[in-house]
């Protein structure tokens, strides 16, 4: 079945967006890229995002921002730079109409939330810390075919219909085996992205290339060789966003490692239908420098 010309312009673009959000993408540069008119690539856009072009890179933007203010020890106006304001008043005027205040009220929110978080698992104790145990390991070049969900993580019959999707699509395309695996791009923070717009890539890594280019919007990409803090979580796999918290809250104090700006990876090594949900083991890998 051939691609229909309209999606891979889209998903052309929405990958080049994607990567260079931070830089000056003008109209014409938005055409260069798709080789469609900005109108008709901007109504398609709006069609799958509910948002226009415009509003899209805004947001990546922002939210990048906000990341940057919670887990990093960067300068305001270098965060704003870095991710495409040319001026800290812009930045601050933006991060305002976005959060509800301003980026330095923001980290501060944050440094206390992350406070909170550390008493609350009264660290004094070391029981929830024993569990935080994690090995640097280096994954290799591989490919991801994926299909994005985009929404609520709590909505377990959304991500589910995902995933069916994606099982069904690689079955017909010949591409699973016994030794295939299976794993979840994570690619926004669920506590910095409104919940209609968190997206989460559930794919198939494969060792090489497609010898064709994926339907509809199933994406093939590549994942370059990166170095990570691999944790284990165990238990149901909608209730793991308290485990994530957990990692974030004794980040600087007990793993001590610097964040690379890469999605955080999932992988299911014992899925089984028919194990009981406190058996299932989540392998989370964090991106690091």
């Not at 856009?45 to 939210?63: D, Q």
């Not at 495409?84 to 601050?92: I, K, P, T």
Request: with cysteine; glycine share 4%; net charge negative.
């Amino acid at each position: 079945m051939s691609q229909n010309p309209q999606l891979s312009r889209y998903k052309k673009l929405l990958a080049y967006i994607d990567e260079h959000f931070h830089e000056e993408i003008n109209i014409e540069r938005v055409e260069e890229v798709c080789h469609y008119s900005y109108r008709n690539i901007n109504r398609i856009f709006e069609a799958i995002h509910n948002e226009t072009i415009g509003k899209y890179i805004k947001r990546l933007r922002l939210e990048k921002a906000a990341q940057y203010l919670k887990y990093s020890e960067q300068g305001v106006s270098e965060i704003g730079y870095e991710v495409g304001f040319e001026d800290r008043a812009a930045f601050s005027k933006a991060f305002k109409n976005r959060y509800g205040c301003s980026p330095s009220a923001f980290r501060e929110s944050s440094e206390a939330q992350l406070k909170m978080l550390q008493q609350s698992f009264h660290p004094e104790q070391d029981l929830e810390r024993e569990s935080l145990q994690f090995e640097i390991k280096y994954l290799p070049d591989f490919y991801l075919l994926g299909l994005e969900y985009r929404g609520d993580i709590d909505d377990e019959a959304a991500i589910e219909a995902t995933w069916s999707r994606l099982l069904e699509y690689t079955f017909q395309k010949g591409l699973v085996s016994e030794e295939s695996i299976f794993l979840t791009e994570v690619l926004d923070d669920a506590e910095i992205s409104d919940h209609i717009h968190s997206r989460y890539n559930h794919a198939l890594a494969l060792e090489e290339p497609l010898s064709f280019e994926p339907d509809g919007l199933f994406t093939l990409k590549a994942h370059k060789r990166q170095k990570y803090a691999q944790f284990n979580y165990r238990g149901p796999y909608h209730k793991s966003l308290e485990f994530y918290h957990k990692i974030f809250a004794f980040w600087l104090t007990d793993v001590q490692l610097e964040l690379a700006d890469k999605p955080m990876l999932e992988f299911y090594p014992n899925f089984d239908e028919n194990l009981p949900p406190a058996e299932l083991i989540t392998e989370i890998y964090i991106a690091i420098e």
